[in-house]
């Protein structure tokens, strides 16, 4: 089946700095990527979307600059959380799609980023 | 705005009982609905599917039902297992929001030895 792999797992980062989360589609090419934070004992929320070669959509409320999607190729995307505070300390989960139906979704495993 | 909720947040039941779990959805328009399982740490694991022209679909050991008239989605869990224990989210999709899902608010379940 589908599979995609979230690196890091878990990171801890100091204030300040930035952090890359990769998302990889390891057997097949995903048309669409998405990025959700989730906070403890809440859902999912959609962060963005991201098609290959172009520019993600970020969701209301989230800020574009601080929060970086590149999709450079149909099997990777990348988060950057840049200048990390404590309040962006959540779990991070990307999601991988394949064509343009409502089928198909893979999620990762997930990111426990960690900002002190 | 549109959303998908869940009425309990917190399910207890006994191991090798059936377990149901509920979702509201509020979008009409919705034409696609998934239930996933999420255990500590982890991402979400698809568990199955039902499409807005159906209203039961059965797999190993759970089956989902929809009723469109009183926009209620359910999961149920046959002989629920320890290893069931998890949280676990409705979501819907819909064609005019690019298929994205959107993500109900989890209901954990809890299995009693």
């Known amino acids: 089946g589908a599979v995609v792999s979230q690196h890091p797992s878990w990171v801890i980062c100091k204030s300040g700095t930035s952090v890359k989360i990769e998302c990889r589609s390891l057997d097949f090419q995903a048309t669409t990527m998405f990025w959700y934070r989730q906070f403890p004992k809440q859902s999912l929320m959609l962060m963005a979307t991201s098609n290959e070669g172009s520019k993600a959509t970020y969701e209301q409320g989230v800020e574009k600059d601080k929060f970086l999607i590149n999709h450079a190729s149909l099997t990777l995307s990348t988060l950057t959380v840049t200048s990390a505070h404590p309040e962006d300390s959540s779990f991070y989960i990307c999601?991988?799609?394949?064509?343009?139906?409502?089928?198909?979704?893979?999620f990762g495993s997930g990111t426990r980023l960690t900002v002190v | 705005g549109e959303s998908v909720g869940l009425h309990l947040p917190t399910l207890s039941v006994q191991e090798g009982d059936n377990s149901i779990i509920n979702c509201a959805y509020s979008?009409?328009?919705?034409?696609?609905f998934i239930w996933y399982k999420q255990e500590s740490g982890k991402g979400p694991q698809f568990i199955i599917d039902i499409r807005s022209n159906m209203d039961k679909r059965q797999g190993q050991r759970v089956t989902v039902l929809l009723n469109k008239t009183v926009k209620h989605l359910s999961l149920q869990i046959a002989a629920t297992q320890p290893g069931d224990s998890a949280v676990y989210f409705c979501a819907e999709s819909y064609l005019s929001a690019g298929n994205m899902l959107t993500f109900g608010g989890g209901t954990r379940l809890m299995v009693k030895p």
């Open positions: 979008n009409s328009a919705s034409d696609y």
């Open positions: 999601s991988a799609k394949q064509g343009a139906g409502p089928y198909g979704y893979t």
